[in-house]
T-cell receptor, first 113, second 112 residues
């Protein structure tokens, strides 16, 4: 069965510093996709970044990068140069060959001024 | 391009009532998924529709049902509401690409 684990319920980071949010996953399907979403207090889920299981390069989108280690089944999100507006819940998610996406429990990030 | 829209944004119902939530996907997107988010259970997949057909269903009781119309708009219905159904219900739409799924702002349902 699919499983997504985010072991950090909460994280603090100083403004302008980088932070890594951990995500490990478990699947037996060789074809899958990994996503990170940001959820501010308003509740909307904002798509950040995607990594396909066959992608050779780590995905990057602006200040977001995904550290994909396939053998370890980890897909950590790295946010560089944190901003106050980055304070939010962050969810790691996975979709296998089908259409169901499962989410981790989330990590709440607090950016300190 | 307009994003995913959900109506209503907020809803208050009492136990035993039923409720219908609506989701309009991004123009051109044919896949719509529904999720329930609660503090205790997190984000849980309800179902996904593509071209008016349900393609996948999560582990929810039969009180939760949905449908999709020919214009890709989707509705979700919950009958005989229970207190535990209080949650944020999120809808997501996906186009032909595998790598994106965009969410709407959600409907916050409170059951009293």
């Amino acid at each position: 069965a699919q499983k997504i684990t985010q072991t950090q319920p909460g994280m603090f980071v100083q403004e302008k510093e980088a932070v890594t949010l951990d995500c490990t996953y478990d699947t037996s399907d060789p074809s899958y996709g990994l996503f990170w979403y940001k959820q501010p207090s308003s509740g909307e889920m904002i798509f950040l970044i995607y990594q396909g299981s066959y992608d050779q390069q780590n995905a990057t989108e602006g200040r977001y990068s995904l550290n994909f280690q396939k053998a370890r089944k980890s897909a950590n999100l790295v946010i560089s140069a944190s901003q106050l507006g980055d304070s939010a819940m962050y969810f790691c998610a996975m979709r296998e060959g089908g259409f169901k996406t499962i989410f981790g429990a989330g990590t709440r990030l607090f950016v300190k001024a | 391009k307009a994003g995913v829209t959900q109506t209503p944004r907020y809803l208050i119902k009492t136990r035993g009532q039923q409720v219908t939530l609506s989701c309009s996907p991004i123009s051109g997107h044919r896949s719509v998924s529904w999720y329930q988010q609660t503090p205790g259970q997190g984000l849980q997949f309800l179902f996904e529709y593509f071209s008016e057909t349900q393609r996948n269903k999560g582990n929810f009781p039969g009180r939760f049902s949905g449908r999709q119309f020919s214009n890709s708009r989707s509705e979700m219905n919950v009958s005989t509401l229970e207190l535990g159904d209080s949650a944020l219900y999120l809808c997501a739409s996906r186009g032909s690409g595998y790598n994106e799924q965009f969410f709407g702002p959600g409907t916050r349902l409170t059951v009293l």
